[in-house]
């Protein structure tokens, strides 16, 4: 006997219904590997503590992912920082050049002046002498423009890759990371390369008195204002900290007495394997991609540069699947970067309708159903929230370890912030302080926006090394 058209036509709907729920808990199931529960963040924060001790270990520093680089800055700033310095910031977005007047006094002010130069793309990816004489023929260009080529400025060289440090103003390129790939420069020392860029270009001369990192700068920037800021944190292109560690505990440096800023380097955490478990496939497919394969695991699941690849490869997963976008993976999807973390923020703003993330979707070029829309903002939350939990669980580990090391039952700190996914994404913030809180409820954990990090900081920490250098001749002297 036919079946009734009704009866059928409720088979049709019930079917379709199981087809919805069986899909709906196939997404949920594929985003469910990034959903960490507090048990397996703290878990991430006792495994950074392991490669923490890892770096500063005299035994295990050289096989160890997170280096725990020593910078030279054994100090804050104290106010009494005075004079005119030059500042170079690479290795961020931007390119830029810098005049920082740091005056100390009653009034402490700090006043700056500061061009951005563009860096093609095929300098970022050229060889280190054609990067350097840009460099230089950049510092020239705003000498100029300044009206100040024949002083003799002291400088201080943001220069935010992993550095192996001997002194303040020598630092060698452990290994290039985020977009530049120049070649002749991993395992030299970049102010040396500097110094010898502007010898070449014999036009005026400069005194470098410290390479710095990013993390340093926002350190001392925020110190600057708040003593108690011992931590810095970039949560930007890349992901990176820095904190005032014991020299006692050290064991790479000379020395056991006060204290001295490493730079983590955090963002090579989970190269030797040890994030492998809660990596997921699409982790693994950003990777592979990436010009420096199985290099900075752990700065890929959580920096500006990455959210959007994560989130890109994922959608193009579920499109197979057909789940999205009617199964379609459109020529756009495909695209290696289309998806920047800005459209992130865009989507996951929580003041947007639907209908708006669907226009964003739009421009991207990505038709999207209102079904599509609602799908496409759940994985990015779901992408940038992982983000904020794995970036607060690695801070976590490190406020722990300066309360440990002073032996207190409490401690206050504040950590001073830089980066723009932090600034500007809608959630990213709020979820990473409420992790650290959640992770480490011994400290109480204070935040500071860094007010141009890597200009003033670098600045700053010129002052600093000027100050030490002085105090060094004149000791010298009174042996003589
Ligand atoms: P850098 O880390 O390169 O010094 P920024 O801190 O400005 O510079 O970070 C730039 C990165 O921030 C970009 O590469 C991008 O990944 C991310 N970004 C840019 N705009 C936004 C935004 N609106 N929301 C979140 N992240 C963003
Ligand atoms: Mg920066």
Request: proline share 2%; glycine share 8%; hydrophobic share 35%.
């Amino acid at each position: 006997m036919p079946a009734s058209g009704s009866a059928k036509g409720a088979a049709m709907v019930t079917a379709v219904a199981y087809r919805l729920a069986d899909q709906t808990r196939q997404i949920a199931q594929t985003l469910a590997e990034f959903r960490l529960s507090k048990a397996q963040l703290l878990e991430v924060k006792k495994r950074m503590r392991t490669e923490i001790e890892n770096g500063l270990g005299k035994n295990t520093h050289d096989s160890a992912t997170v280096k725990m680089l020593p910078t030279y800055v054994r100090s804050t700033p104290d106010g009494t920082e005075n004079g005119d310095f030059l500042a170079l910031d690479l290795g961020g977005t931007n390119f830029r050049v810098l005049l920082v007047k740091i005056r100390s006094g009653k009034r402490r002010t700090v006043e700056m002046h500061n061009k951005i130069y563009a860096i093609p793309i095929e300098v970022m990816q050229g060889t280190g002498e054609e990067l350097f004489d840009h460099i230089v023929h950049c510092i020239s260009d705003f000498l100029d423009y300044m009206g100040m080529k024949s002083a003799r400025l002291p400088l201080g060289f943001t220069f935010s890759f992993p550095c192996h440090q001997k002194s303040l103003d020598a630092g060698i390129l452990v290994n290039w990371t985020k977009g530049f790939k120049c070649t002749d420069c991993e395992g030299e020392d970049v102010v040396e390369l500097l110094r010898e860029g502007i010898k070449r270009k014999e036009e005026f001369d400069l005194d470098v008195v410290a390479v710095v990192n990013d993390t340093v700068g926002t350190m001392m920037t925020c110190a600057y204002e708040e003593p108690t800021c011992e931590v810095g944190l970039i949560a930007g292109t890349g992901s990176n900290a820095c904190y005032m560690e014991e020299m006692r505990n050290i064991e790479t440096v000379e020395g056991n007495e006060g204290r001295m800023c490493v730079n983590m380097e955090w963002g090579a955490f989970g190269d030797n394997g040890c994030l492998d478990d809660i990596r997921t496939q699409y982790d693994r497919a950003v990777d592979e991609n990436s010009l420096n394969e199985g290099k900075q695991r752990y700065e890929k699941m959580c920096s500006g540069m990455y959210l959007g690849e994560i989130v890109r490869n994922i959608l193009i997963d579920l499109t197979k699947r057909g789940f999205l976008f009617r199964g379609k993976i459109s020529e756009t999807l495909k695209t290696r970067g289309i998806f920047e973390t800005k459209f992130l923020s865009q989507i996951e703003s929580d003041r947007l309708a639907l209908l708006q993330v669907r226009a964003i979707l739009q421009q991207l070029g990505l038709d999207s159903t209102c079904d599509d829309s609602i799908i496409v903002k759940e994985v990015c939350s779901t992408v940038s929230r992982r983000a904020a939990q794995i970036c607060g669980a690695g801070m976590a580990g490190v406020v722990d370890k300066i309360r440990e090391n002073r032996g207190l039952d409490h401690l206050d700190v504040t950590v001073g912030v830089d980066g723009t996914l932090y600034k500007l994404h809608p959630h990213f913030s709020r979820i990473f302080h409420q992790t650290v809180k959640e992770l480490a409820p011994k400290c109480n954990v204070n935040f500071l926006l860094s007010e141009d990090g890597s200009g003033k900081g670098a600045a700053l920490i010129t002052a600093v090394g000027c100050r030490q250098r002085a105090q060094e001749a004149q000791q010298a002297a009174q042996q003589a």
